[in-house]
């Protein structure tokens, strides 16, 4: 990491500039991840009285259980099938509203507000929609013969939860795919255009391609996305159920650390999450550096 | 028509159920909040009702008593304080280290950054009870401080400001010292000045992650006094699933989603900055 050429002298200022940050960093992350990794590795009694090492033990029962297997599975559907559908209609939008004159800005404004949108608000609003008595798009669904009811049925539950995760997401997407629009020169374009290429053909040849690092980015903080900030859409909601149905992993690292009181597995299955999200987030970390020249 | 009509003409359509489909959730819950409850159980209507006033009124003042729920207006200020203590205190922390290491060469100063990087691998989510044992044992449940000092710390912030820093000439910081300006009073009256436009878009985006919060407050708090509007929805909606309260729950869904709404429409510039500079 570079500096700055001209410097300030001295040992006492930075130690002083830094010392929130650390101290902050340091008592409320790092201790804590730290204290994940050491419960991961004991074996607490239910009154949390005493411990005893067990090393691996935690992480190969949880492994041996079939509902963290399940867990496993179906956070990578939710995660991959919100990604896809939020990022598939941002994309859409964002070449749509790229390529037309008048309206514009408007389209633009009310496709971004949504940022603001807390996840848990997000997940209310469209229980509420989907509510089996009074919700207007249930209701429309039992006028062509669907019964909708996500307090009992599994699959419609988990699509609740994609959909009201997708929605929230798709604002910010969307900004991100016109920024990375408008970068693209026109004149390449309209060459293209000239040797007739159509629209399609443009697409697939030329947009494409060139959004392909915004498309990278996004699949990366659409997915820690999915794996850490939809617990609020599913908390909110439909409460990881019903039965299991909507129990993605962060969702069970809570339940079972804070209903069960499994301190051991619970923590066993925060340092497999860390693991995850931390790896994503490296990536990303190392894709933004190489892409950003200061 | 020709095609190139015809793909305008469906370019629009297509842009028109999109955005009809972000705003459509919270219409429907806007007209649910002006309808009284035998209203809103026997099938919506599209358009609002009569009873806004009496609505907002009541969830404002008392709220869902009842279910040992308290009014929303002391919500709401609590998510005001908590939102903006997270923010100016985010600015200002990562003002500083983004100066430290930036503009001082100190051993350590690799290490500093690693350990300033693993907030942005550690989000709150993958070390949910440690974090609560040690805000537990500072004795900081149910309190502001509890609420807003542990969301502080930030990668993300901090690097912007050293990106923003970078930027600004060695010869500026050379005249300063010519002057004989310490490094506080070159933070203070160039940098700061200098990331004025910065600070502004963190702002924006600052203010909305704290109003937004979920998961901490639901750890943090047990006195429904300290409660933030955002994860009192959350009982309010149980509530209703067995009584249902609906008018009552979405006006409370209105109000809570006003003020981050109103702040990324009044600062639309800064909001789409801050986005992009915070992100990428």
Redesign the interface.
Known sequence: MRGKRVTFPGMAVPAILLAPQLAVTFVFFVWPAIQSLRSALFRQDAFGMSEEFVFLDNFIKLFAEPDYGQAFGLTLFFALATTVLSMGLALLFAVLADGVVKGAAIYKSLLTWPYAVAPAIAGVLWWFLFNPTIGIFSRALAAIGIDWNHHLNSGQALALVIIASAWKQLSYNFLFFLAGLQTIPKSLLEAAALDGADGFVRFRKIVLPLLMPTTFFLIVTNLVYAFCDTFAVIHATTGGGPGTATTTLIFKIYRDGFESLDLGGSAAQSVILMLLVGTLTIIQFRYIERNIHY | MSSTRF??VA??A??II??A??????Y??FV?STHDLSR??T??P?WPGAHLIDNYGQVLGEGMRSYGLPPIGPMLFNSFVVALAITFGKI???I??G?????????F??L??W?????????V???????Y???AGFGMLDSYTGLS??L??SATA?FLFR?V???VP?EL??AA?IDGA???R?LWWILIPMSRTNIAALFVITF?YG??Q??WP?LMTKDVSYYTV??G??RM??AS?FQ?Q?HL??AT?IL??LP??I???AM?KQ??KG??ET??
């Open positions: 793909r305008i370019s629009h297509a842009l999109g955005t489909l972000m705003i459509l959730p919270v429907m819950a649910a809103s159980l099938g919506l599209l200002a922390v990562s500083l280290s100066f430290a290491i930036t503009y001082f060469q100190f051993p100063r690799i500093a950054f350990i300033i990087f693993a907030t942005m691998m550690l989000p989510e993958v070390r949910i009870l440690p974090t044992e040690v805000v000092l542990p502080i710390a901090t990106q820093f970078m930027t060695d910081t050379e010292r310490g490094p506080w070159f909305i109003w937004n979920y998961l639901l955002i994860m929805i959350q909606a149980r699933d249902p609906w729950v979405m869904v809570a989603l981050p709404v702040v990324v429409a639309q909001f789409v986005l992009f992100e990428k």
